[in-house]
């Protein structure tokens, strides 16, 4: 616990300046009280070697300003050497009790409080023991001196106290109160950020279905209105006609696979009903049966369920980086592993392949040698609307990696749906 003055290094320098000046101008009226008083005049080249001595000794304490504790044997040494001046001055001439009263707030700037009180103890009774021995009789106004002194400094120190503690106090609430608003406008951009991730993962995915509609059932179903038509030309041919109609049923069945496959694109049914990590377990135990590849997936951390979007992105990014592992890799072994971090997740899929040179357009794990479906781009554009990032790293002849990270935003998150 620190004195009252010892609050940091600037305002212990600054009182010890002030303690010094304060103590060299009553030290000076007290040597100036004495040279004219006569009763002091037997005494007076005592008094004035004395003076001397305390002007070095508070010279010294003002050099070498104690800091309790780092300097705890000097403190003691120059409170002990001032409280004797003090007292021996006293013993020469009343006048002193002018003067050493300093002690007083020297005790709160040398030591801690609980230990102030007994440096104040000792020199308000060395001070009024030598005046009560008989040495001289204490005049009325000395005695106020002597007593009024230390209690007026008592409750000027009071005031200096409190008014630093209402000065503390009202910083440190201005401080909460700047760190509650800066917390709230955190939080809304926090919930900003998320409503336009959300908002662009969802304009990627209608952009997605509307090219995967474009490209596949509209095509189909344009191509089946072309084969109706021919046939209705044919009626009269029942062997061209049904060569139509088998086209027809052809192009339906190919379009109605095409229509239940970008459904569950919106979500993967094995996610209904799974978590994510059983998912992808499953997702990889199913693929590895049907391309003869092992694979081995784990999950580190603690899974904790994600939003929707989130989800669906890691799953497929799985499912396509194996599908090119199955086409293009040439491997022998896969590992898919999913990591649960705390503030994002990742997912890495790592192959033992042909690898390849990651923008030169060879084949590898996800390479530009994929297709348009199963490629980089798509696995990154589906990251991108989560938030998310994507990282390759192969070489030819020692594999592939992909890295995927994304943030870890929990389906239970307030303000956040999945």
Known sequence: MKGMFQINEVEADKARWIYTWIAYAALLAAVAWSVVDRS????????????????????????????????????????????????????????????????????????????????????????????????????????????????????WVAGFESERRKRANSQLAETNQRLATAMEENAGLHAQLLVQAREAGVLDERQRLAREMHDTLAQELAALIRQLHAANRVREHPEQWQHHMDQVRMLAERGLSEARRSVQALRPASLESSRLPDAISEMAHVWSQSSGVPVQAETTGTPEPMITGIEVALFRVAQEALANVAKHAKATRAAITLSYLEDVVLLDIRDDGVGFEPGTGGPGTGGPGGDSGYGLGTMRQRLLGVGGTLEIESMPGEGTAIGASVPAIRAESPGVTA
């Not at 080249?45 to 000097?74: E, K, Q």
């Not at 001055?89 to 609980?114: C, D």
């Open 40 to 155: 002091a005049a037997p005494h007076l080249p005592l008094t004035l070697t004395l003076s001397g001595v305390a002007v070095v000794w508070i010279a010294l304490i003002a050099r070498w300003w104690p800091v309790w504790p780092r300097d705890a044997v000097w403190a003691v040494v120059a409170y002990v050497g001032l409280v004797a001046l003090n007292t021996v001055l006293i013993a020469t001439s009343e006048a002193f009790v002018s003067f050493v009263w300093i002690g007083f707030p020297y005790a709160f700037a040398i030591f801690p409080a609980r230990w102030a009180v007994f440096a104040v103890t000792a020199n308000a009774i060395s001070t009024f023991a030598i005046q009560t021995d008989g040495l001289r009789e204490t005049s009325p106004l000395v005695v106020i001196v002597a007593v009024a002194g230390p209690v007026i400094f008592a409750g």
